[in-house]
Nanobody, 123 residues
C-alpha cells in the first residue's frame, strides 16, 4: 500500500558530498515525520536527522553543521544533503516515514522503512 524508496548512495572521498533522496508512494493521506537513520557494520541503527511536516528539524550531534535534511511535501520526498563527509559516516542509510494512508479498512497510520542505500566514505 505504501512504498518507501531511497536513492543517492555511493562512494565518495573524505570531504566530499552526497545527496540522498527518499520518496514515499501509495495511497498516502499525509506524512508526519520523515527521518534518516544509519547503521554501520557492527553498530546499532542510529537517528541521523528528522523533519516534521511543518519543517522542524533535529540532527545527531555527529552530523550537525555538515548534513541538512529537507522535504517536499507535495512529492512526499525527503532529502539528506551530506557535506564534509568523513570515513565514520560510512553506513547503510535508511529512510523512515510516519504515514497516514487509506485502505479498504479505512485510515491507518504506520511507520515505513526503505530498503536502505549504502554510503562509503573512503580515499
Amino acid at each position: 500500500q505504501v512504498q518507501v524508496v531511497e536513492s543517492g548512495g555511493g562512494l565518495v572521498q573524505p570531504g566530499g558530498s552526497l545527496r540522498l533522496s527518499c520518496e514515499a508512494s501509495g495511497r498516502i493521506v499525509e506524512i508526519d515525520e520523515m527521518a534518516w537513520y544509519r547503521q554501520a557494520p557492527g553498530k546499532q541503527r542510529e537517528l541521523v536527522a528528522g523533519i516534521t511536516s511543518g519543517g522542524s528539524t533535529n540532527y545527531a550531534d555527529s552530523v550537525k553543521g555538515r548534513f541538512t535534511i529537507s522535504r517536499d511535501n507535495v512529492k512526499n520526498t525527503v532529502y539528506l544533503q551530506m557535506n564534509l563527509l568523513k570515513p565514520e559516516d560510512t553506513a547503510d542509510y535508511y529512510c523512515n516515514a510516519d504515514v497516514l494512508f487509506y485502505s479498504s479498512t479505512g485510515y491507518t497510520r504506520k511507520d515505513y522503512w526503505g530498503q536502505g542505500t549504502h554510503v562509503t566514505v573512503s580515499s
